[in-house]
């Protein structure tokens, strides 16, 4: 069974695409998709049809990550963040990481903010993964090759900071996404 649907809204470009295309490489369990013309109706059907939890779909603004839309397998969208910057995992890392088969953990660095707590809590639901409360990273060893962390925190410009980590060598994969408000 599919945890995520990944797709874009009806109008991207190229970087939104590689977006889509990062964010599915570091969700296991996860199945990306070209959208095209499709509809509401239609992509509710796909999500059913996938046996998904939820479908993403990344919007564009002025050629970026806009926001990043949580639809359920009726339709409703119960989720939306606002991204303010979206790092692709080119930009975040040198060296070419494998594509994640399972999340080990979520972390949350800053336990006290509540929209870490809330997207915490929302990724914990759809994944089944536990929200692990941390003051860092730490490598797990190479017994965790292929699996990765969501890693969420909030640092002093008060933002959420939602990006992955490899599990085993304790490495930054992206993409990095600045939130800037969740809705």
Same mark, same amino acid.
């Given at each position: 069974?599919?945890?995520?649907?990944?797709?874009?809204?009806?109008?991207?470009?190229? $970087?939104?695409?590689?977006? @889509?295309?990062?964010?599915?490489?570091?969700?296991?369990?996860?199945?990306?998709?070209?959208?095209?013309?499709?509809?509401?109706?239609?992509?509710?059907?796909?999500?059913?049809?996938?046996?998904? *939890? @939820?479908?993403?779909?990344?919007?564009?603004?002025?050629?970026?990550?806009?926001?990043?839309?949580?639809? !359920?397998?009726?339709?409703?969208?119960?989720?939306?963040?606002? +991204? =303010?910057?979206?790092?692709? =995992? $080119?930009?975040?890392?040198? $060296? =070419?990481?494998?594509?994640?088969?399972?999340?080990?953990?979520?972390?949350?660095?800053?336990?006290?903010?509540?929209?870490?707590?809330?997207?915490?809590?929302?990724?914990?639901?759809? +994944? /089944?993964?536990?929200?692990? *409360?941390?003051?860092?990273?730490?490598?797990?060893?190479?017994?965790?090759? !292929?699996?990765?962390?969501?890693?969420?925190?909030?640092? =002093?410009?008060?933002?959420?900071?939602?990006?992955?980590?490899?599990?085993? /060598?304790?490495?930054?994969?992206?993409? $990095?996404?600045?939130? *800037?408000?969740?809705?």
């Amino acid at each position: 069974m599919d945890l995520f649907l990944i797709t874009t809204s009806r109008r991207t470009s190229n $970087r939104v695409r590689s977006f @889509v295309r990062d964010l599915w490489s570091v969700l296991p369990g996860s199945e990306r998709f070209n959208r095209g013309g499709m509809n509401l109706s239609e992509l509710t059907a796909r999500i059913q049809i996938s046996t998904a *939890k @939820v479908a993403l779909v990344v919007t564009m603004f002025r050629g970026n990550v806009g926001d990043i839309r949580f639809i !359920n397998s009726n339709g409703v969208e119960f989720i939306t963040i606002r +991204t =303010k910057s979206a790092a692709l =995992k $080119r930009e975040v890392q040198s $060296r =070419k990481a494998p594509r994640i088969n399972s999340i080990h953990s979520i972390v949350s660095l800053n336990s006290d903010n509540p929209d870490v707590i809330r997207l915490g809590a929302i990724l914990a639901e759809v +994944t /089944d993964v536990p929200v692990v *409360k941390s003051d860092g990273i730490m490598p797990l060893g190479s017994d965790y090759s !292929n699996m990765g962390s969501i890693v969420l925190d909030a640092p =002093k410009s008060g933002s959420v900071i939602w990006t992955h980590y490899h599990s085993a /060598d304790g490495m930054e994969i992206g993409p $990095r996404i600045s939130v *800037k408000s969740i809705q």
